[in-house]
């Protein structure tokens, strides 16, 4: 027998108490049934029990017919299947209703307990398909939200250096300063880099967004070695000390493409949000195994996050400083790539004092 | 015939187009002072210390920029005191080729005209006659 909980829960209105009594004796044991003697009392059923997924109403009763009461309760509960359950012969009225869209099917009076049943079973199908497509119809309105984001989004920030590299040009034409164009020669290639940098979080995106997972053990020492060759030089040109933990006894499975974004997204970070007048400039790396988890912490000793910028970080697109050249791409990737992974990210940050991330992804 | 010197501020996140804003500027022959932001609340700061009288002041203002943006500056910027804004003149700058944002630059009295970045030598020199 199915549990209490996956029972397919039925609504039965009758002003007749046998009809009531004798409806639930023969279907309690397949369905959750709630019984109402009148209308008034079923919508306090549904009211109290929205997960209600078929209701079956008498056409004929002494406030309002059947049809009546399914046009009315039409808006407040769209999503219950009705059936409608007639002795009379005013098939009229029953066309009408089906043809209006107000009722699912008509059983005829007398009732069949295995008519009732089939019908109840094609009603909940119908049910779940219905609601299966209002859900694929949120993520479409989800993935539609973010494209207009995207498409807003890369006017600025792919046409933004474009630009740039042609007002830069314009001004280099008009100059005979050899010195002063190698400086814009470097200032054009800063633009192209940010572009490029934006063009690759853009990769990222969609690798997580589209991509399968690829499951596989993950050897931390490998990665980190990785990632410190990518960092070496970072850590080196802006005199940042780079210190990386690894302990990890056991096998850690997971998807390596994810779990490099989220490293390389953190670090990037770590690196570039430094402050200043810093003189001993911290990136700290820690990687702990255990028990089927994988802890990785990122901490910098940088510029921190302002308090109030802390809850939007991960929002796409959100940039909480103007300090450094950011997409804004970056932590929302990360956030992405754990969602695929089932992982969780936290941080801690202090203006001024630097930032730390810790994400917790579960072994595969 | 010698035209009237100007003040200029600059505001926008990136540092190339602050750059070469500067630069346009400088080429114009008109500036009497430029000051560059790279942070909006910076620009507003600085224009709410002003001294006063100050005189004839340009602004060019970014739309997209992370913490306050240049609709924001806008806002913020026409709650001043009447004695601050008087003389200053906004022109927003950007890359966007979204008509709503250029729509809503409409919107703002104190927003005299929507530029298309960058900002060359051609596009100033328009701005400039109208002073």
């Known amino acids: 027998m199915l549990e209490q909980k996956d029972k397919i829960k039925v609504l039965y209105i009758d002003d007749e108490p046998n009809n009531l009594i004798s409806f639930k004796a023969s279907f309690r044991f397949d369905y959750t049934v709630y019984v109402a003697n009148n209308t008034d009392e079923a919508v306090v059923q549904l009211r109290q029990h929205p997960d209600i997924s078929v209701i079956l109403s008498d056409q004929k009763m002494p406030d309002k017919t059947g049809v009546e009461f399914f046009e009315e309760i039409r808006k407040e509960f769209p999503n219950p299947v009705r059936i409608l359950i007639t002795g009379y012969a005013d098939i009229e009225s029953v066309i009408n209703a089906i043809n209006r869209g107000h009722v699912y099917r008509y059983i005829k009076k007398p009732w069949l307990e295995e008519d009732i049943k089939s019908s109840i079973e094609q009603a909940y199908k119908f049910y779940i398909t219905t609601a299966m497509l209002a859900v694929k119809n949120d993520e479409l309105q989800k993935a539609y939200n973010e494209l207009d984001k995207f498409a807003y989004s890369a006017t600025h920030d792919m046409r933004g250096p474009i630009l740039s590299v042609l007002g830069i040009i314009d001004l280099a034409k008009n100059t005979d300063d050899i010195s002063e164009t190698r400086g814009m020669l470097d200032m054009m290639e800063n633009a192209m880099q940010k572009l490029d940098n934006y063009i690759q979080n853009l990769h990222d995106y969609y690798s997580i967004r589209r991509g399968e997972v690829a499951i596989a053990e993950i050897n931390f020492e490998d990665t980190v070695k990785d990632l410190s060759d990518i960092y070496e030089v970072s850590s080196k040109m802006n005199n940042v000390r780079f210190v990386k933990t690894v302990d990890q006894q056991e096998t850690f499975r997971s998807d390596d493409v994810s779990l490099k974004i989220i490293l390389n997204n953190l670090l990037s970070n770590a690196f570039k949000y430094q402050r200043k007048g810093n003189t001993d400039r911290l990136v700290d790396l820690k990687v702990e195994v255990s028990k089927g988890m994988a802890v990785i912490t990122v901490s910098d000793n940088g510029i921190g996050i302002p308090e109030n910028s802390i809850n939007q970080i991960f929002n796409m697109f959100y940039r909480a400083t103007s300090e450094e050249v950011g997409s804004g791409f970056g932590l929302y990737n990360v956030k992405d790539a754990l969602g695929k992974l089932g992982g969780k990210i936290d941080v801690s940050s202090k203006q001024n004092e630097g930032t730390t991330f810790v994400v917790t992804i579960p072994s595969k | ?131």
């Open chain 2, 1 to 131: 015939m010698s035209q009237e010197k100007l003040n200029f501020i600059v505001v926008d996140d990136s540092k190339l187009d602050c750059f070469i804003a500067e630069k346009i500027i400088q080429n114009s022959g008109r500036a009497e002072k430029i000051n560059t932001f790279q942070q909006a609340t910076d620009a507003l700061e600085h224009v709410k210390n002003l001294p006063l009288p100050h005189g004839k002041t340009i602004i060019f203002v970014d739309i997209q920029m992370p913490v306050m943006n240049g609709f924001e500056f806008v806002e913020s910027f026409e709650t001043l005191p009447a004695e601050t804004r008087e003389a200053i003149s906004i022109y927003m700058l950007s890359s966007s080729i979204n008509e709503n944002d250029i729509a809503r630059v409409r919107g703002y009295a104190s927003v005299k005209q929507f530029l298309n970045k960058p900002l060359t030598n051609s596009s100033i020199a328009m701005v400039l006659e109208q002073f």
